[in-house]
């Protein structure tokens, strides 16, 4: 793995870590408010914050996977582990969401009492606990799709939190005991939103779709203005994981004599710097040569023992 890639896993556990400690703190505190109250709200977002707890844990091993040297069988590392916990991160908040739709609808035709002074309380302190460990997560959620899906977890339950507060506020002040699971549907809702955008991205990663921001005809276009280059084809662009790209094509060079070598530089540079693509395989074929006087060089992280 190379430096830039150790690093970034380096800053997203830096961050994890706390994060998963306030969670958990909170989670009994929570859990207890919630059936002393009995307000659904409360007990839906005690239930969510469980599962913040177990995405936390999920993502803060799914980094320590992701470092873990490259071997002969598994020829680009453990990258993947981080894109299958945040498929699995989506998978869990759509049936958070799900479980509290089935709660909300017996509540919402006979809504039971709650102890609305002690839910703002407890909600109140929720969504502080809530909103430190989603700042403490948000500068690594660009970069890292696993701690997106960990961040998710916990704006969601953020948005859960501040839903309790202003439930409890219409219980206390109007005596709607129908806004505790009117407010819980609301929530999962959004809760279905967040999760939709989870498992769209990780799922496109596993198809090794081309990355939203590489236009590939663009690319194909830069790649043929590089001196010797006549043509490209076979252009494949994909993600290995979250901010590691990795492309593979066929360079098609002039009949006059040329630097191989740098023509090579120059592709791997021009993906890098304007495409961000730091994993390049080339192969350079001659357009008056037959396949038995091709030449392939990876340029850059091609073989698994450069991964290391």
């Given at each position: 793995?190379?430096?830039?890639?150790?690093?970034?896993?380096?800053?997203?556990?830096?961050?994890?870590?706390?994060?998963?400690?306030?969670?958990?703190?909170?989670?009994?505190?929570?859990?207890?408010?919630a059936l002393?109250?009995?307000?659904?709200?409360?007990?839906?977002?005690?239930?969510?914050?469980l599962t913040?707890?177990?995405?936390?844990?999920?993502?803060?091993?799914?980094?320590?996977?992701?470092?873990?040297?490259?071997?002969?069988?598994?020829?680009?590392?453990?990258?993947?582990?981080?894109?299958?916990?945040?498929?699995?991160?989506?998978?869990?908040?759509?049936?958070?969401?799900?479980?509290?739709?089935?709660?909300?609808?017996?509540?919402?035709?006979?809504?039971?009492?709650?102890?609305?002074?002690?839910?703002?309380?407890?909600?109140?302190?929720?969504?502080?606990?809530?909103?430190?460990?989603?700042?403490?997560?948000?500068?690594?959620?660009?970069?890292?799709?696993?701690?997106?899906?960990?961040?998710?977890?916990?704006?969601?339950?953020?948005?859960?939190?501040?839903?309790?507060?202003?439930?409890?506020?219409?219980?206390?002040?109007?005596?709607?005991?129908?806004?505790?699971?009117?407010?819980?549907?609301?929530?999962?809702?959004?809760?279905?939103?967040?999760?939709?955008?989870?498992?769209?991205?990780?799922?496109?990663?596993?198809?090794?779709?081309?990355?939203?921001?590489?236009?590939?005809?663009?690319?194909?276009?830069?790649?043929?203005?590089?001196?010797?280059?006549?043509?490209?084809?076979?252009?494949?662009?994909?993600?290995?994981?979250?901010?590691?790209?990795?492309?593979?094509?066929?360079?098609?060079?002039?009949?006059?004599?040329?630097?191989?070598?740098?023509?090579?530089?120059?592709?791997?540079?021009?993906?890098?710097?304007?495409?961000?693509?730091?994993?390049?395989?080339?192969?350079?074929?001659?357009?008056?040569?037959?396949?038995?006087?091709?030449?392939?060089?990876d340029c850059?992280?091609?073989?698994?023992?450069?991964?290391?």
């Amino acid at each position: 793995m190379g430096a830039m890639e150790t690093h970034r896993h380096s800053h997203a556990n830096s961050a994890l870590k706390p994060a998963l400690i306030i969670t958990s703190a909170f989670l009994i505190a929570e859990f207890i408010g919630a059936l002393y109250t009995n307000s659904l709200a409360l007990l839906a977002d005690s239930a969510h914050m469980l599962t913040d707890v177990a995405a936390l844990s999920l993502s803060l091993a799914a980094s320590w996977f992701t470092t873990r040297r490259a071997t002969p069988r598994k020829t680009y590392g453990f990258h993947r582990v981080e894109i299958l916990a945040a498929l699995l991160n989506g998978v869990i908040l759509v049936l958070i969401a799900l479980y509290i739709f089935y709660e909300a609808y017996g509540r919402l035709t006979n809504p039971p009492e709650v102890q609305a002074g002690w839910m703002l309380v407890v909600a109140c302190v929720g969504l502080f606990a809530n909103l430190v460990s989603a700042w403490l997560l948000f500068g690594e959620h660009r970069e890292n799709l696993n701690v997106r899906g960990a961040m998710f977890h916990i704006v969601s339950d953020a948005v859960g939190s501040a839903g309790a507060i202003v439930a409890s506020l219409a219980i206390l002040f109007g005596g709607y005991y129908v806004a505790d699971p009117a407010i819980s549907v609301i929530v999962a809702i959004l809760i279905l939103s967040s999760s939709w955008v989870l498992i769209r991205d990780a799922v496109d990663i596993l198809l090794e779709g081309t990355p939203s921001h590489v236009n590939i005809v663009s690319l194909q276009n830069d790649l043929k203005s590089v001196q010797g280059v006549d043509s490209v084809h076979d252009l494949h662009v994909w993600t290995l994981t979250s901010g590691v790209l990795a492309m593979s094509c066929h360079v098609v060079t002039s009949d006059r004599p040329l630097n191989r070598n740098l023509v090579l530089a120059e592709v791997s540079e021009l993906a890098r710097e304007r495409f961000r693509i730091d994993h390049t395989t080339v192969q350079i074929e001659e357009s008056s040569a037959d396949e038995s006087r091709m030449d392939s060089c990876d340029c850059h992280f091609g073989a698994w023992d450069s991964l290391r």
